[in-house]
């Protein structure tokens, strides 16, 4: 890896970690989220600053080429949280539903009330 990769490999983790700690900040993002893209931002850190730990890795498990190995991490990342966000809305709207269906009942309620109301 050349010296301009690497440095670029860690000005890009040093700017994930800010722009994290800046939506925390201003509650943009939650604390359960920002965990996992801190450690996101902290493993590109390592493999910038020791890039033969991902060669040692590769060879350890047997993937001729390293990239091979940083492509497939990535893929499977992308499709966890592609799952999680996907239960995470399912679940969002299941809730946004019911929340619904309980502020018709008590406005049809309140508009019972007032109209027994009005008719006494």
């Known amino acids: 890896m050349s010296v301009a990769t690497q440095i670029l490999g860690i000005v890009a983790s ?10 925390l900040r201003r509650r943009q993002f939650t604390e ?4 996992m893209w801190l450690v996101v931002a902290v493993i590109v850190l390592v493999l910038a600053i020791w ?13 001729a080429i390293p990239t091979n190995l940083l ?9 966890g949280v592609s799952v999680h966000q996907s ?12 929340l619904a ?10 508009e019972e009330k007032l109209k027994d109301k009005a008719d006494n």
Request: charged share 20%; net charge negative; no cysteine.
């Open 14 to 23: 040093l700017v994930l970690v800010a722009g994290i700690i800046e939506m």
């Open 32 to 35: 359960k989220y920002a965990v």
């Open 51 to 63: 890039p033969h730990s991902l060669v040692d890795l590769a060879n350890l498990i047997g993937i």
């Open 71 to 79: 492509f497939f991490v990535a893929i499977v990342f992308t499709v």
């Open 87 to 98: 239960w995470e809305l399912s679940r969002l709207e299941s809730e946004t539903r019911k």
């Open 101 to 110: 269906e309980d502020l018709a009942i008590l406005r049809l309620e309140i």
